[in-house]
């Protein structure tokens, strides 16, 4: 297809034509998100997501090729063609429904705290978070940034790369709270049990789903059926239960 910056030439462009001559389906993700992607030691990438996008590229008999990218500038890599697809934990949210495609939400949760030990000794429930004398983390151009300045405009906020670099101000007592999503934090949680308290009631709704260019309805009516598909063939519950219920 003839593909300029964000946009298409004309409506009959998909990102199909581009995966099928070359074979490949490229997929933006930012790893470092537990446990949707992550990066092993020897540098592979593996995940629910990844292991979605995997089935995903051998439903169109091509090639999974992973591209790691700063979550800051994800939008702009798959606007201007750096890759096919995001899959990579995204909340559908109006402001990027603005700029991308989504397909059907895949999965449901909402965002949570963890808090220092100290933090969750003193306050009642998250709500309670909402004072100046507290300090909140979260990652910078997320749904829990976003989540952190509406629910606790009080409070003071300061906003990391990533979200280790974030979640380690409060392990460390820098902060006192980290706003983030329910399954990352429960699993940080688990993983780490002395040094922060996972408040799991979750104060949000956040649906997550796959990004496209926008007018690529092609590509858009391929991904709702194929997820579809999945969800009722028992591929989605085994890789689902293979990363959340192990
Ligand atoms: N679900 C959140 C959002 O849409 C966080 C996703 C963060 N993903 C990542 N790789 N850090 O903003």
């Not at 989540?147 to 405009?153: E, H, T």
């Not at 980290?178 to 049990?193: E, G, H, I, R, T």
Request: proline share 4%; glycine share 8%.
């Amino acid at each position: 297809g003839s593909m300029l910056g964000g946009g298409f030439a004309n409506a009959a462009d998909s990102a199909i034509d581009n995966i099928l001559s070359t074979g490949e389906l490229k997929v933006c993700f930012e790893a470092g998100y537990i446990p949707f992607e992550m990066k092993t030691k020897d540098g592979r990438f593996i995940g629910f997501d990844i292991d979605i996008s995997k089935h995903m590229a051998r439903s169109m008999g091509v090639k999974f090729v992973p591209v790691n990218t700063a979550w800051d500038g994800i939008i702009p890599a798959l606007q201007t063609g750096k890759c096919d697809i995001i899959n990579g934990g995204m909340g559908i949210t109006p402001e990027r429904n603005l700029k991308v495609l989504f397909a059907d939400t895949y999965l449901e949760m909402g965002q949570t705290v963890l808090v220092t030990p100290e933090v969750a000794s003193k306050i009642k429930d998250y709500r309670d978070l909402n004072d100046p004398k507290f300090r909140l983390v979260s990652q910078i151009g997320t749904t829990g940034a976003i989540a952190a300045k509406k629910y606790f405009p009080n409070a003071q906020l300061d906003l990391f790369e990533t979200s280790a670099d974030s979640v380690l101000q409060v392990k460390n007592g820098k902060a006192d709270a980290f706003v983030y999503d329910l399954p990352y934090n429960a699993m940080y949680a688990a993983q780490n049990k002395e040094g922060v308290v996972h408040l799991d009631e979750a104060f949000t709704y956040e649906p997550l789903g796959w990004a496209i260019r926008q007018n690529d309805v092609n590509f858009l009516n391929f991904l709702n059926n194929y997820l579809v598909q999945i969800k009722k063939d028992g591929t989605y519950d085994r890789i689902y239960d293979k990363w959340f219920n192990s």
